[in-house]
């Protein structure tokens, strides 16, 4: 099975950055794509951002194009998702998630495998 740990939430003013990571224990056709997903009290999962680790190929929900990005490190079997520009609207406990495949954000879906969660907190 595949083990995903995130790191690099914590709390920020309105335009901050943050840098969340997933390390990953394996790479396989099980874990292939990585992505991830947000979920705000009140509201449903949505997802952010997908990576396909065989291509880098990368997708984004439009609700955070332009100001977020998701990249991996191979060697390290961790992704990354850089987000700048925070806004308050962005608050919300983020999870790395793992499968053969994941759907084009914002679409929801029931993972393989998923992180515990970090919470992001953007003030404003």
């Known amino acids: 099975q595949v083990q995903l740990v995130e790191s690099g939430g914590g709390s920020v003013q309105t335009g901050g950055s943050l840098r969340l990571s997933c390390a990953a224990s394996?790479?396989?056709?099980?874990?292939?794509?990585m992505g991830w997903f947000r979920q705000a009290p009140g509201k449903e999962r949505e997802g952010v951002a997908r990576i396909i680790r065989g291509t880098d190929s990368t997708r984004y929900a439009d609700s955070v194009k332009g100001r977020f990005a998701i990249s991996q490190d191979k060697a390290k079997n961790t992704v990354y998702l850089q987000m700048n520009s925070l806004k308050p609207e962005d608050t919300a406990m983020y999870y790395c998630?793992?499968?053969?495949?994941?759907?084009?954000?914002?679409?929801?879906?029931?993972?393989?495998?998923w992180g515990q969660g970090t919470q992001v907190t953007v003030s404003s």
């Open positions: 394996a790479y396989s056709y099980d874990s292939d794509y």
């Open positions: 998630a793992a499968d053969s495949f994941l759907p084009p954000p914002p679409s929801t879906w029931t993972a393989g495998y």
